[in-house]
């Protein structure tokens, strides 16, 4: 179908003298926002990575942006998923020795497209960083972390937007504004959400869930 933006089919992964996890099938449209939503110890994160060819399933298909994801290896998979697919981890991962901006510019040549000097400028002026441009992530707050990831995962605009727990160390007023910042730059740039979380409180901002 056209406008799927990504699909599963009969996912499973065994960890290495561990359990095996059987997941659901994943199946989402352009625009169409999910949740991925199961207590800690579900496998949340590990679906993520399956989704996003992080981690290779037992069993079981990929399709991101209509391509097979499991039918790529090396740099091939990592430029694909550069290009289309952008993800927030649950801690920022910014390299510690690279400013703001230079996090940010190496998204773009992961997904081999030339760095684009205004476009990362314009991101962080959308999220209320341009004056933390050339800052060392040890200069900033957690906040500011999380919008430097943010604009990390959007800056090549990808068609799908993955968030692993985004708001499960926050309060009430910190989650609505973080839920509110996805939702707006996700829209603006295009990007489908598919965020994971065992975070109830935001189960009804959500049409589309899916349950582990």
Known sequence: MADTVLSS???SYK???G??????DIHILKNQHSLLLGDSGKGKTTLL???SGLSKPTQGEVQLMGKNLYS????SLDSYRAKNLGFIFQEAHLLKNLSVAENIKLAQSLA???????AVMHMLSELQLADKANALPHQLSRGQKQRVAIARALINRPGLLLA?????SLDDTNTALVLKLLFD???KHGATLLIATHDKRIKDKFVHAYQL
């Open 9 to 11: 089919v009969n996912l």
């Open 15 to 17: 960890y290495p003298q």
């Open 19 to 24: 359990a095996k996890l059987d997941f659901p």
């Open 49 to 51: 990575h399956l989704l």
């Open 72 to 75: 790529l290896s090396g740099s």
């Open 112 to 118: 081999k497209v030339p760095v684009d000097e205004h």
């Open 164 to 168: 692993d727990e985004p708001t499960a």
């Open 185 to 187: 730059t996700a829209e």
